[in-house]
């Protein structure tokens, strides 16, 4: 029997405090038939040189090394391009996988379904043994979709990301049906390369919780986390993106106008911030005129 060959996309940028874990735990997997491409962005510490010896340890580690900060998407598409498997999966550099998740997925591979692990997160400080379902500010890990739950998915996607980006195991077509990530996106290219594979009739199934099977997030000082209207912002772009999807207006019947476009977006919301203030001072000198008269 045939087994498929699965690639491991993990883009790396100033994580050299996590990624020998990180790779350690994709050298432990129970499943042996995989690669594990590292494209590293322009890191600053010692990433690359943690890279560089587990290559020189294991041929099935590959590691590009750019020479400048590209982003994520671009980072991503990078290693899908050299990758040779017939699935593949991303791995963030500071996150680990449980041993049994490749081997899990095998035994449910079938067709150009995506197939779905269980995740959980854990603080950095507690260890990666003390499992929580809640993450930073009440994020929880994942939406259990199967393959016969069609009716509504897609509103699911509209609404939210249903898995972290390292849970879905991706069959190889999806790359010439769907596409590779957005790289003009600065944050949700998941959600959205998701939704796209969605949109496509891409069928995903959450393949349950059997032991050691899950992705494990790590939550810790320098995850991602930024102001609340740069959020806004990107949140922004995320929506004019997927909204300008033809696939997306076929079924929703919605087309993006100018004012849903980010920078009229940013624009509004600016003005509505600055108009309160204005007015209460122009109200302000108002009446001190009016006291003078």
Known sequence: MHKPLISIIIASYNQGQFLDECLKSVADQVYQDWECIIVDDASLDQSVSIAESWVKKDQRFKLIALPKNMGVSYVRNKGLKISKGDFFQFLDADDVLSSNKLNHHVSFIEGDLITVSGSRYFYNQEGKNHQRIIGKNGAFTEVVISRWDQTDVLEVFKERNPFVVSAPLFPRSVLTQVGYQNENLKAF?????????????????????????????????????????????????????????KDYQAVFGYSPTLSDRPLYQKGKTLLRSLIPPLFLDFTRKFSGFLKRK
């Open 189 to 245: 290219e998941d959600w959205e390369f998701n939704f796209r594979c969605a949109l496509k009739g891409y069928k995903f199934h959450h393949i349950g919780y059997a032991q050691d099977a899950q992705v494990l997030v790590r939550l810790h000082s320098s995850s991602m986390t930024t102001q609340r209207e740069e959020m806004l912002q990107r949140r922004r772009e995320f929506n004019y993106t997927i909204r300008s999807n």
